[in-house]
């Protein structure tokens, strides 16, 4: 029988009413408590490592889960995380860089529902990711929820109320779950070969610009004051205008002679980006040689970031490490 470490950081599956509205408060032995149907298949220890609205998650957050798996790697053959699903793919990413080929399944799920309400979908998401963690074909970081399975690097909350939350992003499910089945659309444990590593740095001054129409380009001026890298987050394939009142040129001309790294990305959820198609993008990209998130979604593009610029700054290095693919993360790379 498998033994499995789970998790608890906090978030709506641990959380019960308050005054001032619903607040994580339920351990992480309570937790286990709901899903006794899981001694069946496993094992499961219990650690309360915080106990936070996923709000509130920051880098330290993600460094302190990985250290926690780290430390008792050897001695689980699984681990599940109990999340809030706010920054869930935030922290799901971030895993994927610290904790790399790893042949053991790392879990994260949550819920929509406290875990003690007479409905919700805590129960059934729990007992999947402690049955999937249990599964001898598992392995990598993975989100479990409402019976998919879904890469670390490709999970993104789409939609805040139902049951169905997390989606699957310009990649397929790994797999799915179905009452005690699952059922793996891929399936490739047998291709690790790498050993696992683990990350202790994170570089957190990475900033996020996010285009409007008539938005003013010296607001990048003010981030290089605050922030190592930026990522702009762009309309559709990728591009930056050119406004009669104000320029991006000059503005990231100036990033780039600090030192400091642009990526391009988009705000359209799925397909990905690719600056080469229009002027207003292509001239920008290899005018400064700018990178480009293309099929990565925005939690990853964030967070190996934060990974990369925590072990370099050399501006090859990060692009070297930029398109190196992690747990699934990137796969369409164009005019590098």
């Given at each position: 029988?498998?033994?499995?470490?789970?998790?608890?950081?906090?978030?709506?599956?641990?959380?019960?009413?308050?005054?001032?509205?619903?607040?994580?408060?339920?351990?992480?032995?309570?937790?286990?408590?709901?899903?006794?149907?899981?001694?069946?298949?496993?094992?499961?220890?219990?650690?309360?490592?915080?106990?936070?609205?996923?709000?509130?998650?920051?880098?330290?957050?993600?460094?302190?889960?990985?250290?926690?798996?780290?430390?008792?790697?050897?001695?689980?053959?699984?681990?599940?995380?109990?999340?809030?699903?706010?920054?869930?793919?935030?922290?799901?990413?971030?895993?994927?860089?610290?904790?790399?080929?790893?042949?053991?399944?790392?879990?994260?799920?949550?819920?929509?529902?406290?875990?003690?309400?007479?409905?919700?979908?805590?129960?059934?998401?729990?007992?999947?990711?402690?049955?999937?963690?249990?599964?001898?074909?598992?392995?990598?970081?993975?989100?479990?929820?409402?019976?998919?399975?879904?890469?670390?690097?490709?999970?993104?909350?789409?939609?805040?109320?139902?049951?169905?939350?997390?989606?699957?992003?310009?990649?397929?499910?790994?797999?799915?779950?179905q009452e005690s089945q699952i059922l793996f659309y891929l399936n490739d444990k047998a291709l690790l070969k790498d050993p696992v590593t683990f990350?202790?740095?994170?570089?957190?001054?990475?900033?996020?610009?996010?285009?409007?129409?008539?938005?003013?380009?010296?607001?990048?001026?003010?981030?290089?004051?605050?922030?190592?890298?930026?990522?702009?987050?762009?309309?559709?394939?990728?591009?930056?205008?050119?406004?009669?009142?104000?320029?991006?040129?000059?503005?990231?001309?100036?990033?780039?002679?600090?030192?400091?790294?642009?990526?391009?990305?988009?705000?359209?959820?799925?397909?990905?980006?690719?600056?080469?198609?229009?002027?207003?993008?292509?001239?920008?990209?290899?005018?400064?040689?700018?990178?480009?998130?293309?099929?990565?979604?925005?939690?990853?593009?964030?967070?190996?970031?934060?990974?990369?610029?925590?072990?370099?700054?050399?501006?090859?290095?990060?692009?070297?490490?930029?398109?190196?693919?992690?747990?699934?993360?990137?796969?369409?790379?164009?005019?590098?």
């Amino acid at each position: 029988m498998k033994r499995i470490l789970l998790i608890a950081t906090g978030g709506t599956i641990a959380s019960k009413r308050s005054d001032a509205g619903l607040k994580p408060l339920i351990s992480s032995d309570e937790l286990l408590s709901y899903v006794p149907s899981a001694r069946d298949f496993c094992e499961t220890d219990a650690l309360q490592l915080f106990n936070l609205d996923s709000t509130n998650i920051q880098p330290k957050h993600w460094l302190s889960m990985a250290s926690a798996i780290e430390s008792r790697y050897h001695d689980y053959d699984g681990f599940v995380i109990c999340h809030g699903t706010d920054t869930m793919a935030y922290t799901a990413a971030a895993l994927s860089y610290l904790v790399q080929n790893s042949a053991k399944p790392i879990v994260i799920t949550g819920s929509q529902k406290p875990i003690d309400m007479e409905i919700t979908d805590a129960k059934s998401n729990l007992l999947d990711s402690l049955r999937f963690a249990s599964c001898d074909d598992s392995h990598g970081v993975t989100i479990v929820f409402d019976g998919k399975v879904i890469a670390g690097t490709r999970g993104k909350k789409e939609r805040t109320k139902s049951y169905d939350a997390f989606s699957s992003i310009n990649f397929p499910y790994i797999a799915s779950i179905q009452e005690s089945q699952i059922l793996f659309y891929l399936n490739d444990k047998a291709l690790l070969k790498d050993p696992v590593t683990f990350y202790h740095e994170l570089n957190p001054k990475v900033g996020l610009l996010k285009l409007i129409p008539s938005m003013d380009a010296t607001v990048l001026d003010y981030m290089a004051e605050h922030y190592d890298a930026v990522i702009i987050e762009s309309f559709g394939v990728g591009g930056l205008p050119d406004y009669d009142t104000c320029g991006y040129y000059p503005v990231v001309e100036k990033w780039v002679g600090l030192g400091k790294t642009v990526v391009m990305t988009t705000q359209v959820t799925n397909e990905g980006s690719n600056m080469s198609i229009y002027e207003v993008g292509r001239n920008i990209k290899y005018a400064f040689g700018l990178l480009e998130s293309y099929d990565m979604t925005l939690e990853a593009t964030v967070t190996k970031l934060m990974w990369i610029l925590g072990q370099t700054k050399e501006r090859d290095k990060v692009k070297e490490m930029f398109y190196q693919t992690v747990n699934r993360d990137i796969l369409w790379k164009t005019g590098l």
